[in-house]
């Protein structure tokens, strides 16, 4: 498979997911939904490296990419998917999903600021297309 199936494949999953955590966080606080959650990723991760984790190429990974690919999942997955089931249980999931989904936009803005990736006219116009939805979706 290629990136775009990928990718799509990834759509796919991560829409169902806020679904499941809407419903489930109806009866439970947010900061409950989290370890639960948690609970799940840590099983993956158990599967995950009893049958397939490259072992020997994680111990010979630099420290500075460690650091850096750890502390995104601290980030994203447990302070930002936190503030995620806060706005969750208070909000609609037709609005709060793609305003939250819109970390695309913050993702391009520091590609093009820290990482002097390429600014192309459709990569503007994809983000005006994120902006332009976050503020009919605001309203």
Same mark, same amino acid.
Do not use: D, H
């Given at each position: 498979?290629?990136? %775009?199936?990928?990718?799509?494949?990834?759509?796919? !999953?991560? *829409?169902?997911?806020?679904?499941?955590?809407?419903? @489930?966080?109806?009866?439970? +606080?947010?900061? =409950?939904?989290?370890?639960?959650?948690?609970? *799940?990723?840590?099983?993956?991760?158990?599967? %995950?490296?009893?049958?397939? $984790?490259?072992?020997? $190429?994680? /111990?010979?990974?630099?420290? @500075?990419?460690?650091?850096?690919?750890? @502390?995104?999942?601290?980030?994203?997955? %447990?302070? @930002?998917?936190?503030? %995620?089931?806060?706005?969750?249980?208070?909000? +609609? !999931?037709?609005? =709060?999903?793609?305003? +939250? &989904?819109?970390?695309?936009?913050?993702?391009?803005?520091?590609?093009?600021?820290?990482? &002097?990736?390429? !600014?192309?006219?459709? /990569?503007?116009? *994809?983000? !005006?297309?994120?902006?332009? &939805?976050?503020?009919?979706?605001? /309203?």
């Amino acid at each position: 498979m290629n990136a %775009f199936w990928w990718a799509l494949l990834t759509a796919g !999953i991560w *829409g169902v997911v806020p679904l499941m955590e809407k419903v @489930g966080l109806a009866s439970v +606080a947010p900061n =409950v939904g989290l370890i639960a959650r948690s609970l *799940g990723v840590m099983a993956g991760v158990v599967v %995950f490296g009893a049958l397939w $984790a490259p072992w020997p $190429a994680l /111990r010979q990974a630099p420290l @500075g990419a460690l650091a850096l690919l750890a @502390g995104g999942g601290l980030l994203a997955s %447990f302070i @930002g998917q936190l503030v %995620f089931y806060r706005a969750l249980k208070v909000g +609609a !999931i037709s609005q =709060v999903t793609p305003v +939250a &989904g819109a970390y695309p936009l913050v993702a391009a803005l520091l590609g093009w600021t820290l990482l &002097g990736e390429s !600014i192309t006219p459709l /990569r503007v116009l *994809g983000v !005006i297309c994120v902006v332009l &939805g976050v503020v009919l979706l605001r /309203r």
